[in-house]
């Protein structure tokens, strides 16, 4: 079974700021939430751990999984906002609420990577991950979206409008052809 989760909450994120490549680590909250989902997991046992370079999503699977080795696969980066990063999400620009408001239909804005792109590499991080056993994958909200896109083609783009939380927990099995539907943990 997968288990990809998006981290704990960091000061960017309770600011409200737009946070991609920045290399964040968690708060307090963003450790407490990651303890919380460590609780929720505890009868899993991990035979491999998966995550993004930066330290919020390493800190995260840290916590769920100790003692576990951490494979760093740059292909569970965050999206790159490009010139963005940082801006403050309660007064963005109209080019960024256009795409906000129809990530399925609008392009990301010059210099932002395209959604088309993250779907790409969760793809090719999904086709080359080792399928057998219970595997976390700890990653980033958009990052998290390009997986379960990838994973259920026929939603077109709906899991892009979705608001995925803090260590929110989806869960993919794989039944030797091909990964299931992909459900929320309660």
């Not at 946070?19 to 307090?28: G, K, V």
């Not at 963005?92 to 792109?117: K, T, V, W």
């Not at 379960?148 to 803090?166: A, C, F, Q, V």
Request: negative net charge; glycine residues 8%.
């Amino acid at each position: 079974m997968l288990y990809i989760i998006r981290h704990g909450q960091t000061e960017m994120n309770a600011r409200h700021v737009l946070q991609s490549r920045s290399d964040q680590p968690l708060n307090d909250i963003g450790v407490r939430q990651a303890e919380e989902a460590a609780r929720r997991l505890k009868d899993v046992h991990f035979q491999r751990v998966y995550s993004s370079p930066l330290q919020r999503a390493v800190e995260t699977a840290r916590i769920i999984a100790p003692g576990i080795p951490i494979t760093v696969d740059e292909r569970l980066i965050e999206m790159d906002y490009g010139p963005y990063e940082g801006m403050d999400l309660r007064s963005p620009p109209p080019e960024i609420m256009a795409f906000f408001r129809d990530f399925a239909h609008n392009p990301a804005p010059e210099g932002m990577e395209q959604l088309s792109d993250v779907v790409a590499r969760a793809g090719r991080f999904l086709e080359d991950v080792e399928k057998e056993g219970d595997i976390l994958v700890s990653t980033h909200a958009i990052a998290m979206k390009g997986l379960l896109e990838y994973l259920t083609p026929d939603s077109r783009g709906g899991w892009w409008s979705r608001n995925i939380m803090n260590c929110a927990v989806y869960t993919t099995g794989y039944d030797g052809t091909g990964f299931t539907v992909p459900a929320e943990l309660a």
